[in-house]
């Protein structure tokens, strides 16, 4: 199969702020604002699987799939805090929130109407 044509579509990137649990260790990004920092969270359509999958490089050990794109929007902003905390990059103190944004994309190849 030859590659697919370029298509159009829209990436939806909303950016949520997470309010995070009790505090456990000391923050690492100390020098850094934690309302300056923005984790960037990629979802791709996967269409063998019929879901899409949202991974980050900058939350480490980020994956997890869903079959709607609200779904994993839903998951983040749970599983980035758990992670964050789990690797020690943030200090989980309750007044500190995050931000991230979620960036989708879907390809699809459609017939043309006869």
């Known amino acids: 199969m030859g ?16 309010r995070l649990g009790q505090p456990q ?7 850094i604002p934690m309302a300056a920092v923005v984790y960037h969270v990629q979802a791709d359509w ?15 050990g980020l994956a997890t ?10 998951k983040l902003r749970t599983m980035i805090p758990e992670l964050l905390k789990a690797n020690q990059l943030v200090s989980g103190d309750p007044s500190e929130a995050i931000s991230f944004e979620l960036t989708s994309h879907r ?3 459609v017939r043309l109407a006869s």
């Open 46 to 60: 996967d269409p063998e699987a019929d879901v899409w999958v949202a991974t980050s490089d900058d939350v480490p």
């Open 3 to 18: 590659p697919a044509p370029a298509s159009r579509h829209s990436p939806l990137t909303p950016s949520f702020t997470v």
């Open 25 to 31: 260790q000391p923050p690492v990004l100390s020098s």
């Open 65 to 74: 799939d869903a079959s709607t794109i609200e779904t994993p929007t839903e």
């Open 107 to 109: 390809q699809e190849r």
